[in-house]
Nanobody, 125 residues
Framework: QVQLVESGGGLVQAGGSLRLSCAAS????????MGWFRQAPGKGRDFVAA????????DYGNSVKGRFTISRDNAKNTVYLQMNSLKPEDTAVYYC??????????????????WGQGTQVTVSS
């Protein structure tokens, strides 16, 4: 069983930054492609960013390109999401997810096998 635990969420003013972390309880973290998704109240779950098993491949949602950066440390079983220039519309619960079959950075949430509980990010104007 894979467990994913997100941390680093909180309240920040517009223009500020936050760094989310997702720690995975797995034996070989490098076997999993990883992704970040978010869900705002009353909306669906949107793709934010994804990273391949090796970390060499990344992809981003259009609304966060140039502001967010996904990275991973396979030695620490952790994936990160650096969020800069935050906007009120970035307010959401952020989830990390693990894809056991994929090799690349996957945008489709249905391709992911395991999900964390989420961490709240609130950006005030």
């Amino acid at each position: 069983q894979v467990q994913l635990v997100e941390s680093g969420g909180g309240l920040v003013q517009a223009g500020g930054s936050l760094r989310l972390s997702c720690a995975a309880s797995v034996r070989v973290f490098s076997r999993y492609a990883m992704g970040w998704f978010r869900q705002a109240p009353g909306k669906g779950r949107d793709f934010v960013a994804a990273i391949s098993r090796s970390g060499e491949g990344t992809d981003y949602g259009n609304s966060v390109k140039g502001r967010f950066t996904i990275s991973r440390d396979n030695a620490k079983n952790t994936v990160y999401l650096q969020m800069n220039s935050l906007k009120p519309e970035d307010t959401a619960v952020y989830y990390c997810a693990a894809d056991v079959r994929g090799l690349g950075a996957e945008k489709n949430p249905t391709e992911y096998d395991y999900w964390g509980q989420g961490t709240q990010v609130t950006v005030s104007s």
